[in-house]
């Protein structure tokens, strides 16, 4: 597997669908998603680039593929 990056948001979901796949995303605020992604084996991007919006892209995708909309 490749390692991870911000721009990969589809490659991020995916790896944390399959890490946290009982986690309440009705629940998960954006602090616990950064955790949660930084700390993916394969995340290599540099944790202080994250913001706000893109952190609320990831969970609204992560969102979408649990649920199939």
Known sequence: MRS???DATYEIVLSLKAAYPDVDLDTLGLDQ???YIVSLPDFSDDPEMATDG???EILREWYEEV???
Do not use: K, R
């Open 67 to 69: 649920n199939e909309l």
């Open 54 to 56: 893109m952190l609320a």
């Open 33 to 35: 998603l950064y955790h």
């Open 4 to 6: 991870l990056h911000w």
